[in-house]
């Protein structure tokens, strides 16, 4: 059968009867157009065209193979006669291009902060709005990073630190320094390659890396990427169709995965305005010609309608039937619900807020872990279970003060996109460096040369619970913070 022609697809282009093209080939998305979770109006902008550059940041290859029946896949398309949708030449691209030709060096970059600067710069609004943004007013995310900024060390002096090893094990896992690649999802919405470019840094720093259910690369790619006995784990959303959720924990486990964390702090995804005003600025056509935007999606909401928020510790007897992998809960905020994840079996809790993602003014993580090891530690339960903590890691004291807490290791995620938003593997790349540089210095600094060497008494937290303290004046936090990304509107 001859390929259809691009006319004959242009037909096809409103509510009655909707083709797109992507990657070379025909789908009739008519049925779909209700079910999108993002909505109509984005698929319907492309109704007769090429959609490729829209559908790629956001959705894993595999997506229609996955989710459209085989009988609305309609073939290939001569390419040569397809419409693309003319992107009006907009002045903030063309600015953004300058900005990326002018950005800084690589070797310019001294710490996790420099590349969230830099990638606030370079990257598309939409990018920039969903990896940046927070629920509500950002408290929490900004009181992951300060609660930090609470606690003081105790350095001990005149200890040989000639050599230090700060590597350690995470789930049976040895690795070479006690932080890992969290789960954060649409890893091309930064860079094209998206998640795969992680994959490859935590591979030559001999870190894991966790897979997010939402990734735009698909599980298999992150997989097939893995070199070598590369450990990596699964980040896991529960479907509220449970036979969904079955098939893709066996499948993890089959591919070698050696951790399940099962997502608990998001039985909904948090209201994050950045994202929301993004989406919106996003279809700027829209919102200069006065039409109605559908506003309430960001890309967060509009992504994660399947999770099922009936999900509980009723469910957990179940995980443990259907894997053998080590189980973690992620996004655990009080010391009784890691009491009960000990009770339940669960090998480990990751301490998180989400990034402050979902329900403003829950506690910063390491607030949570200052509150929680006291209480295991009087159970006699500190080693039945592992803590992680994720949240406003952006220094290696922040990683050392979670370990002196007890943490067992700690989770980075929005360093290390802005780091590959930026410059890419060499992003990525540097900042791990970065943090070796400053995790072999301030072991030293605190007398310490491995790290069970750490412990509660070189830290002064006697501050972490006053929110109203004042703290060191964070000014690189300050300088690159983003409270509006760029409001939908030009104010009067
Ligand atoms: C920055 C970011 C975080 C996301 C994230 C996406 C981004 C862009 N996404 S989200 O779209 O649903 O919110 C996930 C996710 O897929 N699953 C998850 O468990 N945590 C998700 N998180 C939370 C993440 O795993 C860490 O808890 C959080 O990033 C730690 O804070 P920092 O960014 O300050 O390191």
Not at 95 to 119: G, H, T, W
Not at 249 to 260: D, N, Q, S, T
Not at 396 to 409: H, N, R, V
Not at 427 to 452: A, N, P
Request: proline letters at 5%.
């Amino acid at each position: 059968m001859p390929p259809l022609s691009g006319p004959e697809v242009a037909k096809h282009d409103n509510k009655e009867s909707c083709w797109v093209v992507i990657h070379g080939k025909v789908y009739d998305v008519t049925e779909f157009l209700p079910e999108h979770p993002g909505g109509m109006k984005i698929i319907l902008k492309y109704a007769g065209k090429d959609a490729t550059a829209e559908f790629e940041p956001i959705h894993p290859p595999d997506t229609l193979d996955k989710y459209l029946d085989k009988s609305k896949h309609l073939g290939p398309v001569d390419m040569n006669t397809v419409a693309t949708v003319e992107e009006v030449e907009d002045p903030d691209e063309t600015a953004r291009q300058q900005r990326i030709k002018d950005k800084p060096l690589l070797s310019q970059c001294y710490n996790l902060m420099d590349f969230e600067s830099v990638a606030k710069n370079v990257m598309k609004k939409t990018a920039w709005g969903y990896y940046s943004s927070a629920a509500d007013d950002e408290i929490t995310m900004r009181e992951n990073h300060e609660a930090f900024h609470r606690i003081w060390f105790r350095p001990k002096i005149l200890v040989d630190v000639k050599t230090v090893d700060f590597s350690t094990t995470m789930l049976g896992t040895k690795v070479n320094m006690p932080f890992y690649v969290t789960a954060t999802a649409l890893g091309k919405l930064g860079h094209p390659e998206g998640e795969v470019v992680l994959t490859r840094a935590a591979h030559k720093h001999n870190v894991v890396q966790m897979i997010p259910t939402l990734a735009s690369c698909s599980f298999d790619e992150i997989v097939d990427a893995r070199q070598g006995d590369q450990v990596q784990w699964l980040q896991l959303y529960v479907n509220a169709d449970r036979a969904i959720t079955e098939r893709i924990v066996r499948h993890a486990e089959a591919r070698g995965c050696k951790g399940l964390f099962i997502t608990v702090d998001a039985p909904q995804l948090g209201r994050r305005e950045k994202d929301m005003r993004s989406k919106f600025v996003g279809q700027g056509s829209n919102v200069q010609s006065g039409q109605d935007t559908d506003t309430s999606q960001g890309a967060a909401r509009a992504i994660s309608s399947f999770i099922d928020p009936s999900l509980s510790w009723a469910d957990i007897p179940w995980f443990r039937s259907i894997t053998k992998m080590p189980i973690v809960l992620k996004g655990v905020q009080r010391v009784e619900d890691v009491v009960k994840a000990v009770e339940c079996g669960i090998q480990g809790v990751v301490l998180s807020n989400h990034g402050g993602r979902q329900l403003d003014f829950a506690p910063s993580a390491v607030e949570v872990l200052a509150e929680t090891m006291p209480v295991l530690r009087s159970m006699g339960l500190e080693n039945k279970i592992e803590v992680f903590v994720d949240g406003g890691v952006r220094r290696a004291t922040d990683i050392l003060k979670a370990l002196c807490l007890g943490a067992k290791g700690v989770g980075i995620g929005r360093p290390f996109l802005y780091a590959m938003s930026a410059y890419g593997f060499d992003g990525v790349d540097r900042s791990m460096q970065l943090l070796r540089d400053e995790l072999e210095m301030g072991m030293r600094l605190i007398g310490c040369t491995s790290i069970d060497q750490l412990n509660p008494s070189l830290i002064d937290t006697r501050n972490l619970g006053s929110h109203i303290t004042g703290v060191p004046v964070d000014n690189l936090g300050h300088k690159v913070y983003d409270a509006l990304a760029t409001p939908a509107w030009k104010p009067p």
